[in-house]
Structure formats: structure tokens, C-alpha cells
């Protein structure tokens, strides 16, 4: 049977540049799967056709499941992931206020039809009248969930060209998957994205 070891255990067996070098590896290739993931999520808010099976809600559930919250990001930044878990919970409620928006004018119109319907007034008026300010808040409520994830897309960039300098390792290797080109610090080479 062959055993398996975690990220931790592999570090514990390298000397101490070994032990830096490979959590920073492990903290890179963590960041560029967040980046991918968040970005993939504002393609998708923003209409665009995505086919990008990674889920940063799964990132973590692998995490909780080997025994360790998260990998290397425990020795490299915490905190990160705690503004990670915040900006995500926040975008995703933002998101959620827009159905709810909609399902309330949705029953607001038909309450007035229904009320027109039994007054003999036009009351349904008012329910339409409510339209112009659905478009406002859908609209509204979109631009900020597409903020907060270009804010968390931005900021893992940032994080990740700290670490690639900080420890010397090859920007070459760490590509990575970006569906929009409006972020800073990134170029972009046959599809593929990577750290100025």
C-alpha cells in the first residue's frame, strides 16, 4: 500500500529554504486555483459561457476533509482566507438579493392585477411602475457582486506575484486560466495568463 503524504508532512522533510520554497509553491498553485475560480465566477455573472469545473466552496471542503483547514496557506497567511471566505459570502449574498428583488416584484405586479381585477381600478399600474427600479437594482446589485470578485481576483493576483518574487520561483510555471482581461499585474500569452 502506498502512503500518501500531505503537503505538511513534505515540508517537514526538506531544509529550511526546501521547507519555504515548497510551502510558497503550495501557496502559488493555491492562489492561482482561487483566481481561476473567482474569475470564472464573474465571467459567469457577467454572461459570458464558462465551462470551469473548480469551485472554491470545493477547495475548502478538500481542505476540512484531509484533516487541515487548508495546506499552505496555515504557514505562508491565514488571514487570507478569511478575507477570501468574507468577500465570497458577501458577492454570493449580493446575488441572492436579486432573486429576492425579483420574486417581490413579481408578486407585486400580480397583487395589483388581482387588485384591479376586484376594485375595477387601475392599481396594476403601480406594480408596473415598479419595473424601471427592478432593472436599477438588478443592475446595482450585479456591479457589486462583480466588484467584489474583481477586488478578490486582484488582490490573489497581488498576493501571488508576492510570493513568486519573495521565494524566487519561476513565473513561467504558474499559468493560469483568466476569462477577463481587466485585471493588473497580468499578461497574457497564447490563452493563458501569468504573473508581470
Known amino acids: 500500500m502506498i502512503k500518501v503524504k500531505d503537503s505538511v508532512e513534505v515540508a517537514l522533510e526538506l531544509d529550511e529554504k526546501g521547507v519555504y520554497s515548497h510551502i510558497a509553491h503550495e ?58 471566505e468574507e468577500k465570497v459570502k458577501s458577492a454570493k449574498r449580493d446575488i441572492r438579493v436579486i432573486w429576492y428583488y425579483l420574486f417581490g416584484l413579481v408578486s407585486g405586479i400580480v ?17 408596473l411602475a415598479m419595473i424601471p427600479l427592478a432593472f436599477y437594482i438588478v443592475d446595482y446589485q450585479r456591479s457589486k457582486a462583480d466588484l467584489k470578485y474583481y477586488e478578490l481576483v486582484q488582490f490573489f493576483i497581488y498576493e501571488l506575484k508576492s510570493i513568486l518574487e519573495k521565494f524566487e520561483l519561476k513565473k513561467e510555471k504558474y499559468k493560469f486560466q483568466l476569462y477577463n482581461t481587466d485585471y493588473r499585474e497580468v499578461a497574457f500569452e497564447r490563452g493563458k495568463a501569468m504573473i508581470r
Open 27 to 84: 501557496s502559488a498553485e493555491d492562489i492561482i486555483r482561487i483566481i481561476s475560480a473567482i474569475d470564472a465566477e464573474r465571467a459567469k455573472l457577467r454572461g459570458m459561457e464558462v465551462y470551469h469545473r473548480d469551485d472554491w466552496d470545493l477547495l475548502i471542503r478538500e481542505r476540512i476533509r484531509k484533516g487541515k483547514r487548508h495546506t499552505a496557506f496555515d504557514f505562508y497567511n491565514p488571514e487570507l482566507l478569511e478575507i477570501w
Open 111 to 127: 397583487f395589483t392585477a388581482i387588485g384591479s381585477i376586484f376594485t375595477g381600478y387601475p392599481i396594476f399600474i403601480i406594480g
